[in-house]
C-alpha cells in the first residue's frame, strides 16, 4: 500500500468534485478544503467510504464564529486516516440568523454529541440530528454564549464592580 | 501504651466519681467527633479529597469514618469543586435534605468564590444558595488543609449552643438563602 | 444579557413517559450519586434489575473553557488545561504547550523532550491507578485501591518536587520548564521505578485472576472495533477493543518514536480488557521512564528550555538587572510578542485518549479560537446506547472503565 499523502488526497478530491471543493492550505502539514454545506454530506461520506482515503475516523466537529465576515460561522470537521496518520480539515462556511448545515450522524454515530455541543455553543442547527438539544448549558440560557457577542462573565453580577478591577 | 488518645474533656467539676459539665459542651463534643462527611466532590477537589480519606491522610482519624453518601444521614456537607449553575439547584436541594444540625464546608476556590472560572457558567460561590460555615482556600487545597478546614469544623461544632437551630437569627439567615425550615 | 438571536425552547425530554400498562421503572441515577465519581446524570428505565433504555444528561460542571480562553493570553491558559483532566494534569499542560510551539516553530532542545516523556508518564500512571484502583472499589475490592494510592501518593510527591503542586500541576512553560529538575527530583523518579513495580504486581495479583473480579468484569460491556471506532473512542478503551491506536507512536510527539514501548490491546473490548490494558500501560510507563532517565543521562545538563527569548520568560533576576530581559518580559506578559496567523490541530495521548486542541490564532495576544478536543467527551457518549440490555450493577462498572472525568467531560 502506498503512502498517502496530500498531494494524493488533493488529486482524489479533485477528480471527484471539481469545483465543489476548495483546497485552503495546508497549515502544519495539516490539509485543509473547503466545501458548501450542500456538498459536505456527500464529501464526509465519499472521505470515509473510499478505498484509496479511507478518512474512517472521524475525530473532531467544531465551529468557529467570525462576526465581521460575510459568512459568518465555520463549521470546521477534523477527520483521520489511522493507517497512514494522515488528518484532513474540512471547513464549510455557513451564514444566516440560523446557520444550517446537514447533520453527519449518518455517518459516524460519535458526531452526536459534538454536533449538540455546536448547537449549544454557537447555535448551528444540524438538519437531521436526532437529537439537537442543549448538552452542556442549562436548557433555560438564550443565548449561544461561544459567539463573540456574547461576554465572557455573567453580566448580570452586581459583586464585582468595575471600579475594582481598573476598567 | 495504646496510641489511641482520647478526646480532651470539656471544663467541668469533677470530684470523687463524678464529672459534672454542661450538656451544651458534652453533646458538642459528641458531635464534633463523629461528624459524617457527605462529600459533594464535583471536579478537581474531589480527587484531593479522595486522596484526604485515602490510606496516607486518612480523614477518618477525626471522627469522620464513614462518608455518608445520604443527605439524611450526614452531618457536614463538603462541597468540593466547581458548582456550575446547572448544579446550584440540586446542592441546594441536598442541602435542604440534611437534617438539622448540619455544617457546610466550601473545599476550594471555585466551591468558596467561584475560582478562576469567573464565567456565565459557573455559581460565583456557593454561599449565594447555601450557608457556609467553613471555607478551605486553594486550588485545589492540599490533603492538609481539607484535614485543616474539618478541625476548624469541629472546633465551631464544639462550641455551638444546643439552642443555635432554634433562635431567630439562624431562622432569618436561612430565611435569607430562601430555605424553610420545619424544625420549630 | 444581550438580546439572544433564536430562541430555544426549554427541553425535558430526560423524562420518560411511561405507559402504566409495561411495568417499566424510571429511574434517576445522578447527577450526585456515590457510583458515578462524579457528577453525570442518567435517567434509565428499568425493567427489573435490566436497563431497557437511559438518557445521559451532562454540563453540570461546564465551566466555559473554551470562552475563557479566548480571553486569556497563551501562558494564562495552562491553569485551564490543568482542569481538564485533572487525574492527569501534566499531560494536559505539555499537550497545550506543544501545541503553542508547533504554531511558533519552536524545537526544542532533546533533553527537554526527555523530561516533558517522563512528567507525562508519571501522569499516566497517576491516572490509570486511579480508574483501575476505582474500578476495584466498584466491583467490591477495596484493598487494592488502598495499596495503590500510597504509590499515587508519591508521585504527587515527584511533582511537588518538580513543580510545588499536587494535582493541578501547572508544569512547564511554552518553550520549556520553568526551572530544572533537581538532584530530589531525579532520585524520587528513581526510587519511585525501584518501589512502584512490586506494589502495582501486587495490585495485578489482587485482581487479574481473581475469580470474582473476573465473572464480574469478563464479558461486560463489550464493544467491537468498529463501534468504537464509529462512535470516536480513543484511549485504553479504543485499544481494549483490538484497535491499536496510540497517539505516542501513530503520530509521535516529544520524541516518542525514540523510544522502545509497546501498545497494548485487548481482544473482546469488555470491562476486563479495559483493566488489563491499563495496567499493561503502566508497565510501559515505567519502561518509557527508564529510557527517559538512561537519555536524559547522555543529554548536556541543566538544559531545561529552549532558546526563544521572545516566547519564554527570562529569569526574575536577569528582569531586574537586563535592559534586553526587561524588554522580553514587558513583551511576553503585555502579549505584544509576533505570533502568526495560523491554525493548528495538536493531539496528544491523554490518560483517556486523543487529547487535541485545535487552536486558530489572528496574530493577537490571546487565541481567536480555541477548542479542546476531549476525549472523555466523547468517549462517554455511548454509555447510554450500550447501557440498554445491561444490569445496573454492570452499567456501573462500565461507567468507571470508562474513566470519564467530569471536567473533561463538561469543559
Not at chain 2, 33 to 47: E, M, R
Not at chain 3, 264 to 271: E, L, M, Q, S, T
Amino acid at each position: 500500500m502506498d503512502k498517502l499523502d496530500n498531494q494524493i488526497v488533493i488529486n482524489r478530491l479533485q477528480e471527484q468534485f471539481a469545483e465543489q471543493v476548495r483546497v485552503v492550505s495546508d497549515p502544519h502539514g495539516l490539509l485543509t478544503v473547503a466545501t458548501e454545506a450542500t456538498t459536505i454530506l456527500d464529501l464526509l461520506a465519499f472521505v470515509k467510504e473510499d478505498e484509496q482515503l479511507r478518512f474512517n475516523y472521524l475525530t473532531d466537529i467544531t465551529a468557529v464564529h467570525y462576526p465581521n465576515d460575510e459568512r459568518d460561522f465555520c463549521v470546521v470537521y477534523h477527520v483521520h486516516n489511522l493507517l497512514h496518520n494522515v488528518r484532513l480539515r474540512i471547513k464549510v462556511f455557513i451564514n444566516g440568523p440560523v446557520p444550517t448545515i446537514p447533520s453527519a450522524t449518518t455517518l459516524w454515530n460519535g458526531a452526536n454529541w459534538m454536533e449538540r455541543e455546536t448547537f449549544d455553543f454557537f447555535g448551528v442547527v444540524f438538519e437531521g440530528h436526532p437529537d439537537l438539544r442543549r448538552i452542556l448549558n442549562m436548557d433555560e440560557l438564550e443565548v449561544f454564549p461561544m459567539r463573540k457577542e456574547y461576554p465572557l462573565e455573567d453580566p448580570n453580577r452586581v459583586d464585582k464592580k468595575d471600579f475594582y478591577f481598573g476598567r | 501504651m495504646s496510641k489511641v488518645t482520647l478526646a480532651e474533656a470539656p471544663p467541668g467539676v469533677e470530684g470523687a466519681g463524678f464529672f459534672a459539665t454542661s450538656l451544651d459542651k458534652v453533646i458538642g463534643l459528641a458531635r464534633a467527633n463523629s461528624l459524617w462527611p457527605l462529600p459533594f466532590a464535583t471536579s478537581c477537589c474531589g480527587i484531593e479529597f479522595m486522596a484526604t480519606m485515602g490510606s496516607t491522610y486518612d480523614l477518618a482519624r477525626f471522627g469522620a469514618e464513614r462518608p455518608s453518601f445520604s443527605p439524611r444521614q450526614a452531618d457536614m456537607l463538603l462541597v468540593m469543586g466547581t458548582i456550575a449553575k446547572k448544579m446550584a439547584p440540586v446542592l441546594k436541594q441536598v442541602y435542604t435534605q440534611m437534617a438539622e444540625p448540619r455544617w457546610v464546608i466550601a473545599v476550594g476556590a471555585c466551591a468558596s468564590s467561584g475560582g478562576i472560572f469567573d464565567t456565565y457558567s459557573v455559581l460565583q460561590g456557593i454561599d449565594e444558595i447555601i450557608p457556609v460555615d467553613v471555607y478551605v482556600p486553594g486550588c485545589p487545597p492540599r490533603p492538609e488543609a481539607i484535614l485543616d478546614g474539618v478541625l476548624k469544623l469541629q472546633e465551631i461544632v464544639k462550641s455551638e449552643s444546643l439552642n443555635r437551630r432554634n433562635t431567630p437569627e439562624y431562622k432569618a439567615l436561612l430565611e435569607k438563602y430562601g430555605i424553610v425550615t420545619d424544625n420549630g | 444579557m444581550s438580546k439572544p438571536i433564536t430562541k430555544i425552547t426549554p427541553n425535558a425530554a430526560v423524562f420518560f413517559d411511561n405507559d402504566p400498562q409495561d411495568e417499566l421503572t424510571t429511574l434517576n441515577i445522578g447527577p450526585t450519586h456515590p457510583a458515578t465519581h462524579g457528577v453525570f446524570q442518567n435517567v434509565v428505565q428499568i425493567d427489573g434489575e435490566r436497563i431497557v433504555s437511559g438518557v445521559s444528561t451532562i454540563g453540570y460542571i461546564h465551566r466555559a473553557f473554551e470562552k475563557i480562553a479566548e480571553h486569556r493570553p497563551f501562558y494564562q491558559i495552562t491553569p485551564l488545561t490543568d482542569r481538564l483532566n485533572y487525574c492527569s494534569s501534566p499531560i494536559n499542560n505539555m499537550g497545550w504547550h506543544m501545541t503553542v510551539e508547533k504554531l511558533l516553530d519552536i524545537e526544542l532542545p532533546k533533553r527537554v523532550q526527555y523530561m516533558r516523556v517522563i512528567v507525562m508518564e508519571l501522569a499516566r500512571i497517576a491516572d490509570h491507578i486511579i480508574c483501575n484502583g476505582i474500578l476495584g472499589v466498584d466491583t467490591g475490592a477495596f484493598s487494592g485501591f488502598l495499596y495503590v494510592m500510597q504509590e499515587r501518593e508519591f508521585i504527587y510527591e515527584i511533582f511537588e518536587e518538580i513543580c510545588g503542586a499536587r494535582l493541578t500541576t501547572n508544569i512547564g512553560r511554552i518553550g520549556g520548564f520553568e526551572r530544572d529538575f533537581n538532584e530530589i527530583a531525579f532520585h524520587k523518579i528513581e526510587e519511585f521505578l525501584k518501589r512502584f513495580p512490586p506494589v502495582l504486581k501486587e495490585f495485578e495479583n489482587l485482581f487479574v485472576r481473581n475469580r470474582i473480579f473476573i465473572e464480574r468484569t469478563s464479558g461486560v460491556a463489550a464493544v467491537t472495533p468498529e463501534d468504537a471506532l464509529n462512535y470516536s473512542w480513543s484511549g485504553p478503551i479504543l485499544r481494549a477493543t483490538g484497535v491499536d491506536y496510540d497517539v505516542r507512536s501513530t503520530a509521535p510527539y516529544s520524541s516518542y518514536e525514540e523510544f522502545d514501548f509497546d501498545v497494548p490491546v485487548g481482544a473482546n473490548g469488555d470491562v476486563y480488557d479495559r483493566f488489563m490494558v491499563r495496567n499493561e500501560e503502566m508497565w510501559q510507563s515505567l519502561r518509557i521512564i527508564e529510557q527517559a532517565l538512561e537519555k536524559i543521562k547522555k543529554e548536556p545538563a541543566g538544559v531545561f528550555h529552549a532558546d526563544v527569548p521572545e516566547f519564554y520568560l527570562p529569569p526574575k533576576e536577569q528582569v531586574y538587572t537586563n535592559m534586553e530581559a526587561l524588554i522580553y518580559h514587558f513583551k511576553i506578559v503585555m502579549g505584544e510578542w509576533e505570533t502568526p496567523k495560523s491554525e493548528v490541530y495538536h493531539a496528544v495521548e491523554g490518560g483517556n485518549g486523543e487529547l487535541g486542541f485545535y487552536l486558530i490564532h489572528d496574530g493577537g495576544r490571546t487565541p481567536y479560537r480555541l477548542h479542546f478536543r476531549r476525549p472523555s467527551f466523547i468517549n462517554y457518549q455511548m454509555f447510554a446506547p450500550m447501557s440498554s440490555g445491561m444490569l445496573i450493577s454492570d452499567a456501573i462498572i462500565n461507567m468507571s472503565s470508562l474513566n470519564v472525568i467530569a471536567g473533561e467531560l463538561d469543559a
